[in-house]
């Protein structure tokens, strides 16, 4: 630590908005303590977004990079708060001028209990399905293995969702490719798509008798939050919903998706203590309102692979103040948690939103207005700093980190 007075933040997760908010606060004079859960601080881009993203990837890696090697940052890898330390010694016991939640969303909103209950036994969430997806060929991968079958299906809405159902595609026809001794990566096909890929090789979808992954949402195509703007007039809103067919039209076409709209998932079909279906109800949805309203109407689908991408929320932590399966915010526009301890959030955490540009521009806008508070405060003393010093100086000895976060980058570089 410098030489005192100084003010701190402590910043929980070190990803795109974590680290967007250390770089503001840094370049502002604060010194930051930026936390996070894993050895590297990746989040999301390394385990969330499918490895086709490769020059994304790249690029975000870099700019988290950037910001976190200013000489006002102090990286602490490896230290998972409710495991290595506890809420109280966030909030209160190092004394931070102000704490900053950038832990993102990694649980999964689960699906209705009676279908949640196959969870492992045919049904699986997007988050360890994506991560499976990237890390699957790691040496020291030990995570749970898909096997993914022909007539798999999605169930959500979003980006990840489409993600999921290109997954399973890429999987499906690389592996008939394969089988035909023709190689092709998952960043070729994303690039390419399917229908060149097969006609420069004299193949049809037909011919290799592949069905593919098929996607279900519960609204319209017009509906899905594959792009967001805001729509305050009639003309803006058909424009949005137009666009989102669009896109959507494109995945169904260069990847070979089906998709179904205005379903919900109401109950599985089971065999012994296996997953071999979902039972969907139809929905309509009210064109004055956009109410959805249950027909009563049901359908069954016969898959022994369903992968549920409906939503991602924060994971619950003893002491973080919550209500449901949210975050218990005092104020969702700043951020604010607890303005006692003047704990605030930003990112994913704060607004449920898995997508790099939003995560990014909430991070700004919070962190902007955050550390103006936070310097209006009185610096911390000498004492305090030195007690924010020996905890970083632990957590370091603990994860085996030196202080230099460009060597420790370059010895565990990910993945690509």
């Not at 977004?49 to 976190?68: C, F, M, S, V």
């Not at 931070?96 to 990694?106: I, P, R």
């Not at 020291?140 to 022909?150: L, S, V």
């Not at 022994?304 to 449901?324: D, F, N, R, Y």
Request: aromatic share 8%; charged share 25%; net charge negative.
């Amino acid at each position: 630590m410098q030489t005192p007075p100084n003010h701190v933040i402590g910043i929980l997760g070190g990803a795109v908005s974590g680290s967007e908010a250390a770089s503001i606060a840094a370049e502002r004079g604060a010194l930051v303590v930026v936390i996070d859960q894993n050895e590297r601080p990746y989040g999301k881009i390394e385990d969330g977004l499918p490895r086709w993203h490769t020059a994304l990837r790249q690029k975000e890696y870099g700019k988290i990079d950037e910001n976190l090697s200013h000489p006002n940052v102090r990286f602490v890898p490896a230290t998972k708060l409710g495991r290595d330390f506890d809420w109280a010694t966030l909030t209160e016991g190092l004394g931070f001028s102000a704490v900053v939640l950038a832990n993102g969303a990694w649980c999964d909103r689960p699906m209705p209990a009676a279908i949640d209950a196959f969870n492992g036994r045919g049904l699986a969430y997007q988050n360890p399905f994506v991560y499976w997806f990237n890390h699957q060929l790691d040496a020291d991968y030990q995570g749970p293995r898909f096997e993914i079958p022909d007539g798999a299906i999605v169930v959500g809405g979003g980006l990840a969702s489409i993600d999921c159902v290109k997954i399973i595609n890429f999987v499906l026809y690389g592996n008939a490719l394969r089988a035909r001794g023709i190689d092709v990566d998952a960043e070729t096909m994303e690039h390419e798509g399917l229908p060149k890929i097969l006609a420069d090789h004299g193949l049809t979808k037909d011919a290799l008798g592949i069905r593919g992954a098929t996607l279900y949402y519960r609204r319209r195509a017009e509906d899905m939050p594959l792009v967001s703007a805001d729509a305050d007039n009639a003309s803006r809103a058909a424009k949005l919903e137009a666009t989102r067919v669009k896109l959507l039209t494109k995945v169904l076409d260069k990847y070979l998706v089906t998709f179904q709209g205005l379903a919900s998932p109401v109950a599985p079909i089971v065999d012994g203590d296996h997953l071999v279906g979902v039972r969907f109800e139809k929905n309509r949805q009210d064109a004055e309102s956009a109410k959805l309203i249950a027909t009563g109407e049901h359908f069954d689908v016969a898959t022994t692979l369903v992968i549920s991408s409906i939503g991602s929320i924060p994971e619950l932590i003893p002491g973080v103040p919550a209500k449901g399966e949210l975050y218990l915010w005092k104020d969702w526009e700043s951020g604010t948690l607890d303005s006692v301890s003047d704990v605030h959030g930003l990112g994913n955490v704060l607004t449920g939103k898995g997508n790099i540009v939003e995560s990014r521009k909430n991070s700004k806008k919070v962190m902007g207005q955050l550390i103006d508070q936070a310097l209006a405060k009185p610096p911390l003393d000498a004492g305090a700093l030195a007690r924010i010093d020996a905890w970083i100086g632990a957590r370091w000895d603990a994860s085996g980190y030196g202080g230099d976060y460009r060597a420790w980058i370059a010895a565990r570089a990910p993945s690509a």
